[in-house]
Each structure stands twice: as structure tokens, then as C-alpha cells.
């Protein structure tokens, strides 16, 4: 019982009033039930909005993780004005990373040698022809073209044939059976050779061939002939850039040193690009079509290797990214955030040294990447953009210093 009640409940001869004291003890009761119930409801109602927040902030963070996550879309010129610029660019904010004192030490970007003797190499072999010249000779790694005619107990055989339709073979590559490639060895265009093999053991494309011997009667029809590179082929071939063998070797190893040099002025912005601000849209739009890129690349090595090999590359989406999907997003943001700093890049530096490109630049660019159909493909912001990044690539290539 509390002072207070005592206080309240005495009589005037100094004795307690029971009846009175119960009654008084009663209210004091209520009163104290009456407080404790207002605590609860206080406590309560404070407990609820906690808990109510913490399922709202579930709630929303669902909703913020599953509008944040990212659409596959082709669209390669989102996030750009009609001139390919990035709309909203605080180009102030890009972080100036030594583009006007740039070097580099001639053996990074040197075409060697032994390079352009691959290219030559190369472009001899793009123009060789299959020729009938009855002097040639069948040798080991040419290239032939032949038919035949396969013989199993002196019968033809189903499929062992060429219907006069002519096969190519290379000499020495394995693709037939046995010997068979070995013995057309020293034959001419239009000489006839009687080929005999057995058949593998275990002969899975017709079984009932296995290990059966067989005749082919074959027709050598031509060789394929690799010119050689000689002045009278840089003249027939590439006048308008040489008139002998040693000018275009010289052509082949300033065009490859020239591709190096700005192969290497693209990855260092590449690698160091930078930003302190992106416009947020331009990132999203980034990373919508780098998805709509990998998304592409999956299904054509699946569909490559499915139709080659029978089976599929990748077992899934994140088996091909190596991520789960929390990851990849991650991943995509920051190679987006990375990409639009380069743009900003490339547009800062055009703008600190007045480098545009005209309608006939423009033009000759579209013409040079394949023309107006790529245009229509990527549109004209970006195949703009890209013009741009290209004529500041071709500037620092002229004023680059490369130290010998």
C-alpha cells in the first residue's frame, strides 16, 4: 500500500477506516493499471512502427534490387544526343590523365619483321588459285581437288564417290583413310591413280566396311597454287600503294606499326580513363546493352559448339559470365561507369583542342567501317561517337612521342 493512501485513509480518532482503506486501495489499484496500460500501448505502438518499418525497408529494397537489375537491350545509342555526345556530361568532372605529354618506347608498338613476312604470307595465300597446269606436282600439304571412285570386292560402294563433282583434299592432313593421301603424292593435274587402303578396324561411319580392303580409282583435276611475292604481284595486286616487292613490305610495316601505336593510345584511355561524375542514365544504358552483348556471345559459342560438337559450351548464363547474378550486376556497373568515363575522355580532350569531325569525315568513316547498313545497325549517335573517338585516336598518334 502506498504513503499516499495511508495518508488519505486515516479516521479522526487515528484508527484506519477498513471499509474506506479498501475502497481507496481499489482506485489506487486502477490507477496503476490505467498507467501501466497507457506504458503498454506506448511500448506497443512503438515495437509495431519498428517493425513495420523494418518490413517496409524489406520491401522496398525487393522492389529497388528488381528494378535495378538489369535489361539485355541492342540499343547502341541510348544515352547519347544526335551529335554522339553523352547527354548530361559533366565533362569538368573528368580527370585529366597525361593525354598531351603522352610517350611510349618504339619496341611497344614496332610491326617486326617476322610480321609482315606473315602478312605477306597471308595475302599471297588469299590469292591462290587451283591451277590444271599439267608441270605441277602433287607434293606433301597441297592443297587438291580430285575425284574418285571406291571399290570393295570390285563393287562400287555406297558413298565412296565423288559424282564428278570434285573434293578438295590437303596432302598430308589425315582426313583420309590409310594411306590414301600418300599415295597421290607425285601426281599431275589430270592423272588417273589407282589407290588401295583397308578400312579402320572399327569404321563407325559404315560399319560394314570395317576392315575391308578397298581400291580407289582417282582423278588428280588441279593443285592449288600459292603465287609468288614478287614485284609483277605487288603491281597486279596493290599499285595503288606500291610499285615493287620491297615498297610494300616497307607499306606492310608502317600500316602495322600505325595500328599499334593507336592499339596502344585506346587501351591506355581504356586503362585509365576516369570520372568523379557519369550521368546515371547514360550507365544504364551502358550496362543494358554490355548484357544484350554477353547475352549474344553465350548463345553463339552454345550454338557454335552445339552444331559442331554435339554438345553445348556453357550449361547456363552465369556458367559463361563466371558470376552469380549479384556479381554480375556489380560487375556490369562498374565496366559501365568505366565506359562512360572513357566517352567523356575522348569528348574532353576534342573539346580542349577544337578536334571535330566534319559531314565528309563522318561520311568517310561510315564508308570505311562498312557503310551505311552498319550505320543503320548501331545509328548515328553512336557510329557519331565513335567518328569523334577515332579522329582523337589519330591525333595523339601524330603528336605522340615515341622514344627509339
Not at 102 to 112: G, M, P, Q, R, T
Amino acid at each position: 500500500m502506498s504513503e499516499e493512501v495511508k495518508n488519505e485513509v486515516t479516521s479522526t480518532d487515528g484508527e484506519v477506516s477498513k471499509s474506506k482503506m479498501k475502497r481507496e486501495q481499489r482506485k489506487a489499484d486502477a490507477k496503476a493499471a490505467k498507467r501501466k496500460h497507457n506504458i503498454d500501448s506506448i511500448i506497443g505502438t512503438a515495437i509495431g512502427v519498428v517493425i513495420a518499418a523494418v518490413v517496409i525497408v524489406v520491401i522496398v529494397l525487393g522492389i529497388i534490387q528488381s528494378v535495378d537489375k538489369t535489361t539485355a537491350k541492342a540499343d547502341y545509342s541510348a544515352g547519347l544526343t544526335e551529335e554522339g555526345r553523352v547527354k548530361g556530361a559533366n565533362l569538368n568532372s573528368v580527370k585529366d590523365i597525361g593525354l598531351d605529354s603522352l610517350s611510349v618506347d618504339y619496341s611497344e608498338v614496332e610491326y617486326k619483321d617476322e610480321e609482315v613476312e606473315n602478312a605477306i604470307s597471308s595475302l599471297c595465300s588469299g590469292k591462290a588459285t587451283y591451277s590444271d597446269d599439267k608441270t605441277l606436282t602433287v607434293k606433301d600439304g597441297d592443297s587438291i581437288n580430285l575425284d574418285y571412285v571406291g571399290y570393295v570386292d570390285d563393287v562400287a560402294f555406297e558413298g565412296g564417290n565423288t559424282n564428278g563433282a570434285g573434293t578438295t583434299l590437303v596432302i598430308g592432313s589425315g582426313s583420309y583413310i590409310d594411306t590414301f593421301e600418300q599415295q597421290l603424292i607425285g601426281a599431275h593435274p589430270g592423272d588417273s591413280v589407282t589407290v588401295n587402303v583397308t578400312f579402320p578396324a572399327e569404321y563407325p561411319n559404315n560399319p560394314d566396311l570395317a576392315n575391308k580392303p578397298a581400291r580407289f580409282e582417282c582423278v588428280v583435276n588441279s593443285i592449288r597454287v600459292v603465287p609468288e611475292f614478287t614485284d609483277k604481284f605487288v603491281i597486279e595486286n596493290y599499285s595503288d600503294v606500291a610499285s615493287s616487292a620491297e615498297e610494300y613490305r616497307a607499306y606492310l610495316k608502317n600500316q602495322g606499326y600505325q595500328t599499334n601505336l593507336k592499339t596502344y593510345i585506346a587501351d591506355y584511355i581504356q586503362n585509365n580513363a576516369s570520372a568523379s561524375s557519369v550521368p546515371h542514365a547514360y550507365v544504364k544504358a551502358l550496362r543494358s546493352l554490355t548484357k544484350y552483348m554477353d547475352e549474344q556471345n553465350y548463345e553463339y559459342y552454345n550454338y557454335m559448339y552445339q552444331n559442331y560438337y554435339g554438345y553445348t559450351m556453357y550449361s547456363d548464363f552465369n556458367a559463361y559470365t563466371g558470376m552469380n547474378d549479384t556479381d554480375y550486376e556489380k560487375h556490369l556497373k562498374k565496366t559501365a561507369k568505366t565506359q562512360a568515363a572513357v566517352a567523356m575522355t575522348f569528348e574532353a580532350f576534342a573539346d580542349k583542342h577544337g578536334i571535330t569531325v566534319s559531314d565528309e569525315d563522318y561520311a568517310a568513316f561510315v564508308e570505311q567501317a562498312g557503310g551505311e547498313a552498319i550505320a543503320e545497325n548501331y545509328g548515328v549517335p553512336y557510329m557519331k561517337q565513335a567518328a569523334l573517338q577515332n579522329a582523337v585516336i589519330e591525333y595523339l598518334a601524330a603528336n605522340i612521342t615515341v622514344n627509339q
